[in-house]
């Protein structure tokens, strides 16, 4: 079972490990989705939209979170705990599965925030705008921020395991971290395409997907790709 968002406001789901995937409809673009657990997910995207299911995906409700500003990046921790990101700095957290997202946590950059990760429940990073990594350690409750020495705006990162992070972002940017993102170094990969998505299967291998079909992968944990 899995899902996908898209940014004509469908919402994809299939059953059968990818050959079938049938569609939600919705009037937003959505960017981002995710699920607390097998029932309670929620996606989210432009003006706001946060869309939220508790029948594992057959049907879905809307509600608005942060005004109108677009959100970018969703985040469960627990069966309870989960985190939204968006422009202008911000982030709200849910402790009752997306119910409501009214709890505001003030963070200290007003940019862009694109993708929230959690290692565990306690700690986590934001990635954002002019490489800049926002990192906490108790479950949300304070961030320090840092940054790549990068300044292209970093779109996702992957934990490829308890220590070493990794994020991707415009002009083909690929930044590494091995101390749960308080330094960073970047790679070289010879690509300026945007990078939008990274992902881990073991600590070894990974794929960065980007702009016009680009698909990088790595098989030594990040040094070449």
Known sequence: TGFATLVNGKIMKTTNGGLVWSQYGTPYDLYTI???NSSTGVAAGEWGAV??????GSSWEYQQVGGN??????????NNTGYITGTSGILR?????????????????TGELCAIR??????GIITGGSGVVLKTTDAGDSWIVNYTGNYN?????????????????????????????TSWNLSSIGSTNTLNAIRFVDPNTGFAVGDSGTVMKTTNGGSLW
Do not use: E, H, Y
């Open 34 to 36: 995710a699920f607390a």
């Open 51 to 56: 869309m939220r299911t508790t029948n594992g």
């Open 69 to 78: 500003i677009p959100l970018n990046s969703v985040w469960f921790t627990d």
């Open 93 to 109: 957290k849910t402790t009752n599965a997306g119910l409501n997202w009214n709890i505001t946590i003030p963070l200290s950059t």
């Open 118 to 123: 959690f290692l565990n429940p306690s700690t």
């Open 153 to 181: 705006k970093l779109n996702s990162a992957v934990f490829a395991d308890a220590n070493t992070l990794f994020a991707v972002g415009d002009a083909g940017t690929i930044v590494k971290s091995t101390n749960t993102g």
